[in-house]
């Protein structure tokens, strides 16, 4: 299969793009494993809810910095063989993960698995322009971004029930296995010689030192920060409020995957028609109107119904940054795609960790409104984005 100039529309084409979707797929379950179980975890190896926390935390500065870091090293890598070893590495070590007797061991395994979304996720992203045309760009990454709405519809839900009915080991080795069936999955139909292009440090200096670019990517770090200071405890949070119990935690997770899904796919379809500017824009008031009505989340059912726009907003909003980004510098879309993801990790870093110090401070009840000021910032920003990308050719 040719990778220049192929019509997404060919035959072959649709097994590229669903086997990177179903990559990003076991990647976000992976990622969103640990909110899901976070109440078993802190029970086996009794350590506190904040604690555990921990283990998003630390993860999530792991993919910041790698994103980036790995982008470098693997630049001139055949995609094939790095995105299919990354999820080999995923599985390998989720699964020595179930294998870890206290929480110092975990901690540092976990760290260690979470490389693998430090590089796949961005570079499966950067790869698309090479089987694609220019004009179904924005679609083609939307698309391929899907696998996290569905890791949150149908992953995160199963995980945190597995979790919650025979422990969170059996929810981490669903993750290992999971991983060996992409990695077989990319490696059957991914081509071979797909090489996006290396940044040269030329390039790389062009990418930091582009206010536009830069800016975009500070708006994913300030949106991904006001997600993860709540979401991070979904699950303590509504055991404590709600008494929530694991299978209605699952259902509440798959209520919000759905709607998140929803939203990627009116992203996906209508992007190109409204703008990635636009679109973000629109992802995260979406987000910030939830965290805005968040009190009114008395009761199993109220809590879902307020959950409405910020899963809308949820993975829509990162899925039209990435297509911001390829739009105002193509030439720089290897970089500043790590770069973003490296931002979104930044923030649920910066987000669970702020989130576990407040419930140690007992403020859980200011969890929504540490989140709320974060993505009132992330709408300035990213307004502030659009005007000087619109004033400043790239």
């Given at each position: ?121 961005p570079q499966a992203a950067a790869c698309v322009g090479l089987l694609v045309p220019a004009e179904q760009r924005g679609r083609a990454i939307t698309f391929v ?250």
């Amino acid at each position: 299969m040719s990778t220049n100039g192929t019509s997404a529309a060919s035959p072959a084409m649709p097994g590229v793009l669903w086997s990177l979707l179903f990559g990003n797929f076991v990647i976000g379950t992976g990622v969103m494993i640990v909110p899901g179980t976070l109440n078993e975890i802190s029970t086996s190896l009794q350590v506190s809810v904040a604690t555990a926390g921990q283990l998003i935390s630390a993860a999530a500065l792991l993919m910041c910095l790698g994103a980036p870091l790995f982008a470098a090293v693997v630049a001139g890598w055949d995609r094939r063989r790095l995105l299919a070893l990354s999820m080999l590495w995923y599985g390998a070590l989720h699964l020595a993960c179930v294998a870890m007797p206290s929480f110092g061991a975990l901690l540092p395994v976990r760290v260690l698995a979470v490389i693998s979304p430090a590089i796949f996720t961005p570079q499966a992203a950067a790869c698309v322009g090479l089987l694609v045309p220019a004009e179904q760009r924005g679609r083609a990454i939307t698309f391929v971004f899907l696998g996290w709405s569905v890791a949150s519809v149908l992953g995160m839900p199963m995980g945190a029930l597995v979790g919650g009915t025979w422990g969170w080991r059996s929810a981490f080795a669903l993750v290992g296995l999971l991983s060996l069936v992409s990695a077989a999955w990319v490696w059957r139909a991914m081509p071979d010689g797909v090489r996006p292009p290396a940044l040269s440090r030329a390039a790389w200096k062009e990418t930091l030192q582009s206010r536009a670019l830069m800016l975009c990517v500070a708006v994913t770090t300030l949106y991904s920060a006001g997600q993860f200071v709540l979401f991070s405890y979904f699950a303590p949070y509504y055991k404590a409020r709600i008494g929530i119990t694991p299978l209605q935690l699952s259902l509440l997770f798959m209520w919000f995957g759905a709607f998140g899904f929803l939203g990627n796919v009116l992203m996906s379809r209508y992007i190109d028609r409204i703008g990635a500017a636009r679109a973000v824009l629109i992802g995260v008031a979406s987000m910030a109107l939830s965290l805005l009505v968040w009190p009114l989340g008395t009761s199993l059912v109220l809590a879902a119904l307020v959950s409405v726009p910020w899963a809308l907003g949820c993975f829509s909003s990162n899925s039209a940054q990435q297509a911001r980004l390829v739009g105002i510098a193509p030439a720089l879309a290897s970089g500043s795609i790590a770069l973003n993801t490296s931002a979104m990790y930044a923030g649920q870093a910066m987000g669970a960790a702020s989130g576990g110090w407040l419930i140690a401070q007992g403020q859980m009840d200011m969890l929504h409104w540490a989140g709320f000021v974060g993505l009132l910032l992330a709408m300035a920003t990213s307004v502030w984005a659009t005007r000087y990308t619109s004033t400043h050719a790239q």
